[in-house]
């Protein structure tokens, strides 16, 4: 479970934790708050928690909640980072469970920790499996920075997978700066299935190449995943001292890219959706990205009596709808209307981690709409907002504001 909805289960206490983590399944009234309680000791730093968060991750099962229980373990170990954890990590590699290797593989490279060469060797093993877990086994050799010493990844540059072959490629990118495996990746930005879309985001982020870094703010994929694999291109260049990186050019790439103008994308679909108020409103609720940006695009299209009233519609109807929220937000100040600007505010004022997207759209709103009563909760978010992509929005919004 991601860190940013730690507060679902935040009235849970440690010790009720421990103990429901370890309970019989068969004994309680729902079964689920195991695995629940597997996630609330991975935001715990006690040594216990983790001794638990190790015991339950040991242990297989036939049962499904204690699979599933097991399979949160491993993740929340991931999350604690503790070294002590890499030997129950390596051990599940060898489970029959898809989803238990992979949780596994997952925070073996979330640790970070060096591995000898028996444990790469036994990493390298899990390779035989569905592609989800090869997978997942390239991207941890590629963020542990681990050598393809046999070729073996090489060779699944090829693989008919694109989800198998992208990972293959990034790890090409990253390890030997194999340029030619660069253009798969960023062709593959513009897939027409948006799951291959947002694993090329992805291999890309992990690939550190700075090339990408533009097309990435052209991509019709969530703002948060682009911006994730944005940060860390910057990050990596910059702490690789290259004397060709051109800072203020990366800025402004980050900047486009967070602003994140719908009218910019490339969003190459054969039927555009039309400036008509049903359309956009099913548009913006389609589980691809790319439908939801065409729907924003043909919002900001709408001649501006009309689309007033949308997106008050929208506000009133669909506004719980995190998504929704997120793009009217922005368009409210990508299309300057200042007779919105109660929109952004309460955007700008939601802490649900859910809306923090929202946030930084709001905040390039409150830019352009020269919001300046928020000045002093911008500034509060420029210091002290644990999201980097935030952060940074808000530091920039406030200097142009200053």
């Known amino acids: 479970m991601s860190e940013r909805f730690d507060t679902l289960f ?10 429901l983590i370890i309970s019989d399944p068969s004994q309680l009234d729902n079964p689920g708050v195991k695995y629940l309680a597997a996630s609330r000791l991975g935001a715990c730093t006690s040594q216990q928690s983790l001794d638990r968060l190790i015991e ?3 242990k297989e099962s036939d049962d499904l909640y204690e699979r599933i229980t097991r399979r949160k373990a491993l993740e929340a170990l991931g999350r604690r980072k503790q070294k002590t954890a890499l030997p129950v990590l390596i051990e599940a590699l060898t ?5 238990t ?6 925070s073996i490279a979330r640790i970070g920790a060096s591995l000898t060469e028996t444990q790469q060797q036994q990493l390298l093993t899990a390779l035989n499996g569905p592609d989800n877990q090869k997978r997942a086994v390239i991207q941890a050799f590629t963020r542990l920075n681990l050598p393809d010493s046999n070729d073996v990844i090489a060779e699944l540059r090829g693989d008919l997978n694109p989800l198998v072959a992208g990972a293959a490629h990034a790890h090409a990118l990253r390890l030997t700066n194999r340029d030619e495996s660069l253009g798969p990746l960023l062709s593959q930005l513009q897939d027409t299935n948006p ?9 890309l982020g992990d690939a550190q190449h700075l090339a990408a870094l533009e097309a990435l703010t052209r991509c019709p994929v969530s703002m948060p995943l682009r911006a994730k694999s944005a940060f860390l291109i910057t990050k990596a260049q910059s702490e690789g001292n290259r004397e060709d990186i051109n800072k203020t050019h990366s800025d402004a790439l980050l900047e486009t890219l967070l602003r994140d103008d719908p009218r910019t994308l490339a969003l190459a679909n054969p039927s555009p959706i039309p400036s008509e108020a049903e359309a956009i409103r099913a548009g913006l609720q389609h589980r691809d990205e790319a439908r939801q940006y065409e729907a924003a695009k043909a919002l900001c299209e709408m001649p501006a009596t009309e689309r007033l009233a949308l997106i008050d519609d929208l506000e009133e109807n669909q506004g719980s709808d995190y998504g929704v929220h997120y793009l009217l937000a922005s368009c409210v100040g990508l299309l300057e209307l200042h007779e919105r600007s109660d929109l952004v505010r309460g955007a700008l004022q939601e ?11 709001a905040a390039w709103s409150c830019l352009r709409l ?7 909760l911008i500034a509060e978010l420029a210091t002290d907002h644990p999201w980097e992509p935030l952060k940074w929005s808000c530091t920039q919004v406030l200097e142009k504001m200053n």
């Open 10 to 19: 935040s009235g849970m206490s440690e010790e009720n934790a421990l103990n």
């Open 56 to 58: 339950v991750a040991s």
């Open 95 to 99: 489970d029959q469970d898809e989803p």
């Open 101 to 106: 290797v992979v949780n596994a593989v997952d």
């Open 195 to 203: 799951g291959r879309r947002r694993a090329a985001v992805i291999d």
């Open 351 to 361: 802490t649900g981690p859910q809306y923090s997207k929202s946030r930084i759209a």
């Open 370 to 376: 020269r919001l300046d009563d928020q000045k002093p």
